[in-house]
Antibody
Framework: EVHLLESGGGLVQPGGSLRLSCAASGFTFSSYAMSWVRQAPGKGLEWVSAISGSDSSTYYADSVKGRFTISRDNSKNTLNLQMNSLRDEDTALYYC?????????????WGQGTLVTVSS | EIVLTQSPATLSLSPGERATLSCRAGQSVSSNLAWYQQKPGQAPRLLIYDASNRATGIPARFSGSGSGTDFTLTISSLEPEDFAVYYCQQRINWPLTFGGGTKVEIK
């Protein structure tokens, strides 16, 4: 069974940094693209970033480009999101998601999310 | 980036009725579109991928259609558990984008 467990969320001041992690199990992690999707309180879904399984190519939303860095450790089945220069508008529940298949960028499985609150 | 516009924002229907949700893309996404369902307090769930293919375990009452810029998610007969928010997502261009969502509520 696929299991994705996010961690690392919390309260941080504007301009601060936070590192999110997602521990994956139940599938061959290195074969799948992985993504981060966020949801501000009471709002819709916003795609944040993705990384391929094969060559670790990375992609970012314009709103986070240059501030966030996605990475993966295939030896530890872990996905990471380093978030720097955080802003109030980055406050959201951050979901880790797995590609629906080994060649898919659709989000086939989701974790339960970790909450990031940016506030002074 | 490709903007996805979903309509209506809210759909008020009764159990057993047919639901028709729309997603319009600002430019062609071919068939590279997915639909997700999200219930309160839960993570989203993939329903439909590549415009018309049901994901594993999704009931046959859910169907997707369309290509290019206009897409439809149809729920043939609403079950109590189908009242939720539905999002479309395109994957043809980076950055990937989601629509704003359609809430299907009980009338």
């Amino acid at each position: 069974e696929v299991h994705l467990l996010e961690s690392g969320g919390g309260l941080v001041q504007p301009g601060g940094s936070l590192r999110l992690s997602c521990a994956a199990s139940g599938f061959t992690f290195s074969s799948y693209a992985m993504s981060w999707v966020r949801q501000a309180p009471g709002k819709g879904l916003e795609w944040v970033s993705a990384i391929s399984g094969s060559d670790s190519s990375t992609y970012y939303a314009d709103s986070v480009k240059g501030r966030f860095t996605i990475s993966r450790d295939n030896s530890k089945n872990t996905l990471n999101l380093q978030m720097n220069s955080l802003r109030d508008e980055d406050t959201a529940l951050y979901y880790c998601a797995k590609g629906a298949s080994t060649s898919s960028w659709y989000e086939g499985h989701w974790g339960q999310g970790t909450l990031v609150t940016v506030s002074s | 980036e490709i903007v996805l516009t979903q309509s209506p924002a809210t759909l008020s229907l009764s159990p057993g009725e047919r639901a028709t949700l729309s997603c319009r893309a600002g430019q062609s996404v071919s068939s590279n579109l997915a639909w997700y369902q999200q219930k309160p307090g839960q993570a989203p769930r993939l329903l439909i991928y590549d415009a018309s293919n049901r994901a594993t375990g999704i009931p046959a009452r859910f169907s997707g259609s369309g290509s290019g810029t206009d897409f439809t998610l149809t729920i043939s007969s609403l079950e109590p558990e189908d009242f939720a928010v539905y999002y479309c997502q395109q994957r043809i261009n980076w950055p990937l984008t989601f629509g704003g969502g359609t809430k299907v509520e009980i009338k």
